[in-house]
């Protein structure tokens, strides 16, 4: 059993298969004082796929046979078929036998816990109502109110400023709207800081980015859509900063979330860690 744990790393490993996995080593002491290192990867899996549990095995002992140390594997399901909850990998041929387990956390469980997700003042249980709202909710005057009411909280429970920026940039990620209800969503956004003294976000840059677009077109200043695409860039890049920061996506994740080439991921990665 282990009581505490004084700093950690992350560790970022290379499958043969091209994939990369973020995982964190973490420094903890057991009960007797004596010091252990564990290694701990998180898998965060969108959609249900066939083959889950062998390529959690698959990391599992990649990891391992690389750095000589125990392994916590977990997976995070955030998919919607409730009948997609893997935790074990097995197989068996001629006497060779092998099964691997490992714990699972299905987001979408916590739906019928809302209420305590609300009143969490855990950082993360923002992240998971966004992701069930954003897996949940179509019809788009909905998301823009589920969306405004997710960013209330956020102003509500007494985060630092940069926790606010991060998080806001993670639901704003999250739960996309079209675009004829960014004005709208831009102005609650607005009132909620004018009401709170929080002036935190002063511009959304997604709609900066837009009507810097449109007047470009108007006028037609080709400088208006170059500084528009170089907007768009940065937006893009600080958006991965932010997703790394987390641990919890890969760079191949990341860049099919975002859009950015994966070189520059990797290339954003190198620059951080000087």
């Known amino acids: 059993m282990t009581k505490s744990c004084s700093r950690s790393r992350q560790i970022t490993a290379d499958a043969s298969s091209g994939r990369r996995y973020a995982d964190k080593l973490v420094k903890v002491y057991a009960r007797d004082g004596s010091e252990t290192w564990v290694l701990i990867h998180v898998e965060v899996q969108g959609e249900p796929e066939e083959a889950f549990a062998e390529r959690m095995y698959i990391y599992q002992y990649r990891l391992r046979d690389r750095y000589g140390i125990d392994v916590v594997s977990l997976a995070v ?107 709208e969503f831009a102005q609650a956004v607005y009132a909620i800081q004018e009401e709170k003294h929080m002036p935190y976000v002063n511009t959304i840059e997604r709609l900066g980015i837009e009507k810097g677009r449109q007047e470009g077109e108007q006028l037609g200043i080709e400088k208006g859509r170059h500084e528009a695409e170089l907007c768009a860039l940065k937006e893009k890049r600080e958006t991965v900063r932010h997703l790394m920061s987390f641990g919890v996506l890969n760079d191949e994740q990341i860049a099919a979330a975002t859009g950015l080439a994966l070189d520059e991921i990797t290339q954003l990665r190198i620059e951080d860690k000087h």
Request: aromatic share 12%; net charge positive; glycine share 2%.
């Open 77 to 183: 399901l955030a998919d919607t078929r409730k009948g997609f909850r893997p935790t074990t990998f097995h197989y068996e041929r001629w006497g060779c036998e092998l099964t691997f387990t490992f714990p699972t956390a299905k987001l979408m469980d916590w739906e019928a816990c809302w209420a305590e997700l609300e009143a969490s003042d855990n950082v993360f249980a923002l992240v998971v109502m966004a992701q069930i709202q954003a897996k949940r909710v179509k019809n788009d005057a909905t998301r823009k109110d589920t969306k405004v009411a997710l960013i209330r909280l956020l102003y509500e429970r007494g985060y630092s400023r940069e926790q606010i920026l991060r998080l806001f940039n993670i639901i704003d990620w999250m739960i996309q709207l079209p675009k004829n209800l960014d004005p």
